[in-house]
């Protein structure tokens, strides 16, 4: 217990009755690198403990963004949704760095598939919203996820999770155990292992539940400390994912809208002539093979030493994964399209960091960092579906086999940094914080593009086996739409320094003002399936953001009501926007950076313990995020219909951007007898109106919704077990999170739904 929690608790104990406050209402976070009160920092943020994780039965950040207010994790085709406050990354280009950065142990994770990856002991998950470029990196500038992993402790302590949801016939079992094995040594081992079907039936696979999964992931810790001032903490984990079904995606508008006066074409009349379902209901016939894999490593050391006035730390990291999605983009049980996204990615960095006591008049944090990154990936096409365009002067290919385009791309990236950050406090009530980070951004790309023969429905792409038939192909993949064959190389320095500037105002533990300034910066990239050839659209340019953020922290009466508030305004410039382009066969991925977006709004966090028994909970924001210049945009499929491949989206929303979004909670706990005791939990996430298209798709938006959710537990009253049933989506709303055109099908897509209703029961044991 804290030293605040202890002077509350006297305090409590004068007043008539006692009115005692709970230790757990101390939100600690490691916002600043530092471990502190959340009410403390100066920044808006949403924190999740790893316990309030393992009851709400959440296994990865994909649901737990599902309830946080302007937030959001998805998985798509060439690279994952990442998106804070309307603001992320596209999806069209694996080589994007994502806008919001994802750190697991002060370590930053460099690819958007690493957001797949289960949780596994978790001790708390910090959704950090806004630039935050001096602490976490020049990529952070839209938000951070930071996940904190647990360590061994200082006594013989574990748990045990199992899980079972009735609805998707899924079951989770999770586990660990740590503590001192000698006076100087601690030691943590964890596991989870997942299996279980998905929410949509595939009648391609003979009415299968997909997404089916079958995961496994451990981790091992080593905390050494031979002295009292030095630590060494040794983390290694590892993943093995299979999942098949890939993306639950299934075919929508088939036929089109009346406004496509083509009609039904392409995929979609496929679909129609053999009578499959085109609604979106979460069935579908997709064709076998479709899947996910991956494959990960990963190596922490953390080395810390504790030299009186000075503390200095050196983190340590290697990580390795191999990633393979197979995707049928026609949407049907025939074999007209399908591609394959194999990945492998490294990773090393290496972060060395000084710093002083903070509550001294003056404190410093400083440090500097490396990074090397390695990934070599690319997409492999079969175009089943131009088989029979193979004739005239391609004759000569079409005996050889399924026609089919590869992009192979091999990224190399070095980043060096240094960064430094003054706090001033010249009373005890009074803060200014000053810092920067100077960051330098080496790329460089090798791409390989071509067409061959495409063996099989999944999987390489063979070039066509001499220069007389690689000429056939060249052509017939120009007339086709299909892009060019070539050879490409490019290299771009980036360099940017970032200052951030924050005043905080604390006359009392309870209440916090702040201001702060952040200018945030996100180096430029590649278009790893550029197919046009020209050698401006290989590249794309740095993004950068100023963002501006007041707020209030406050606690009332005796800290059963935590009310925040945060007034935020980030301006974006240069903004690395993606969109696909459908002129036909071809689709063109169109990567560039527009003149400038402007997110602000106001977010509020509260949380009220009304009485021993009962908390209720508001986390809500109020959102307007648009462009503020993105002229000559790639048109969506109406926009192309009716003649216009270019539009002007300046003024219109940001990607998944709705004017509000919140999360209601409410949670009762109680004795029922001298040993038990009940929970109750119940909660609805709350939106308006969001598009999750690119350029502003009429056909790929969301409307307002409301999903319930709610938890009934027993439990015994030293907290050591909980068995309980967890409800989801309770009033089974169809919620859409992704979409994307269908091949050759114009007005038709591909769309994405979250997961329908489901109960799931678990068992929770802590010793």
């Known amino acids: 217990m804290s030293a605040g929690t202890i002077a509350l608790a006297a305090q409590a104990q004068a007043q008539t009755p006692p009115q005692p406050v709970p230790a757990s209402d101390e939100i600690i976070v490691t916002a600043q690198r ?9 920044i808006s943020a949403s924190v999740i403990s790893g316990a309030d994780l393992q009851k709400k039965n959440m296994t990865s950040l994909e649901q737990l963004t599902a309830e946080t207010p302007a937030v959001v994790v998805t998985k798509g085709g060439a690279a994952n949704r990442l998106s804070i406050r309307g603001v992320g990354s596209g999806d069209n280009n694996p080589l994007f760095e994502q806008s919001v950065a994802t750190f697991v142990d002060n370590v930053y994770q460099g690819r958007s598939r690493s957001n797949g990856a289960s949780f596994l002991d978790v001790a708390r998950v910090e959704i950090l919203k806004g630039p935050q470029s001096v602490y976490f990196g020049n990529n952070s500038i839209a938000g951070v996820l930071n996940i904190v992993t647990r360590d061994p402790g200082d006594r013989l302590e574990g748990y045990a999770r199992g899980s079972y949801n009735f609805d998707f016939n899924a079951a989770t079992v999770e586990g660990a155990v740590g503590g001192p094995i000698s006076d100087t040594l601690g030691i943590r081992v964890a596991g989870v292992a997942t299996r279980g079907n998905g929410y ?17 992931a451990g981790r091992a810790t080593l905390r050494w400390q031979p002295i009292a001032e030095l630590t060494w903490t040794v983390k290694a984990s590892a993943e093995h994912s299979r999942q098949t079904g890939a993306i639950a995606d299934e075919i929508a508008y088939c036929p089109p809208d009346p406004l496509f006066t083509a009609g039904a074409t392409g995929s979609c009349l496929v679909a129609l002539n053999r009578g499959e379902d085109v609604k979106l209901n979460q069935v579908r016939s997709h064709s076998p093979g479709q899947g996910i894999d991956l494959d990960t490593q990963s190596y922490v050391s953390t080395l810390a030493y504790d030299a009186g006035p000075l503390e200095l ?16 983009t026609d949407g049907t049980s025939a074999t007209l399209t399908h591609f394959t996204t194999p990945e492998r990615f490294s990773q090393f960095s290496q972060e060395f960091r000084i710093a002083t006591p903070r509550d001294s008049w003056v404190a410093l944090d400083a440090g500097a960092y490396f990074n090397r990154e390695y990934i070599h990936g690319g997409v492999n096409y079969n175009f089943t579906s131009l088989n029979s365009r193979l004739t005239g002067p391609f004759a000569a290919l079409a005996p050889l086999g399924s026609f089919g385009q590869y992009d192979d791309y091999r990224q190399r990236s070095k980043t060096y940094a240094t960064y430094a950050h003054l706090t001033f406090r010249p009373t005890q009530e009074l803060t200014l914080s000053v810092g920067g980070r100077q960051s330098w951004v080496d790329k460089s790309i090798v791409l390989n593009q071509g067409f061959g023969i495409a063996a099989n429905s999944f999987g390489d792409i063979t070039p066509y086996p001499d220069a007389t038939l690689q000429a056939l192909g060249n052509r017939f993949g120009t007339a086709a739409g299909l892009g060019v064959a070539a050879v490409r190389t490019a290299r771009r320095l980036d360099a940017h320094f970032s200052p951030s500037a924050v005043l905080s105002y604390q006359p009392t533990p309870t209440l916090n003002l702040y201001a702060k300034y952040t200018n945030g910066f ?13 050698a401006a659209a290989l590249s794309f340019g740095p993004e ?8 209030i922290k406050s606690q009332w009466f005796n800290r ?35 003149g400038g977006a402007r997110a602000q709004g106001i977010e509020v966090e509260g949380r009220w313990r009304i009485t021993n028994e009962l908390t209720t909970g508001l986390s809500l924001t109020l959102l307007d995020s648009k462009y503020t210049d993105y002229r000559n945009a790639a048109g969506n499929a109406l926009d192309v219909q009716q003649g216009r491949p270019f539009v002007d989206l300046t003024g219109t929303r940001t990607r998944y951007a709705p004017k509000y979004s919140g999360n209601y909670t409410l949670d009762y706990l109680a004795p029922i007898t001298s040993a038990l005791k009940l929970h109750l939990n119940g909660n609805a996430f709350f939106t308006g109106k969001y598009n999750f298209s690119n350029n502003n798709d009429p056909f790929l938006a969301q409307d307002a919704y409301v999903r319930l959710g709610a938890i009934i537990g027993l439990a015994d009253a030293d907290d050591r077990w909980e068995v309980s049933l967890v409800g989801k989506n309770l009033t089974d709303k169809l919620v859409r999170i992704f979409g994307t055109n269908l091949a050759q099908s114009r007005g038709s897509y591909l769309i994405g739904t979250d997961e329908p209703r489901s109960i799931a029961i678990q068992a929770n044991l802590r010793f």
């Open 34 to 42: 530092r471990v502190e009160r959340l009410q403390d920092v100066p």
């Open 522 to 534: 996100k180096a430029g990239g590649f278009n790893g399936l550029e197919h046009t050839g020209a």
């Open 560 to 594: 059963r009501l935590t009310l925040n508030v945060a007034v935020f305004r980030n301006d974006f410039s240069d903004l690395q926007v993606s969109a696909s382009q459908n002129f036909g066969v071809g689709v063109v991925n169109v990567i560039g950076n527009a």
């Open 313 to 328: 730390s050196a983190i340590t990291a290697y990580s390795h994964t191999k990633y393979n999605q197979r995707l049928d």
């Open 544 to 551: 950068y953001v100023d963002g501006y953020e007041a707020g």
């Open 200 to 216: 949509i039936r595939d009648e391609g696979l003979g009415g299968l539940r997909i997404p089916r999964v079958r995961s496994y």
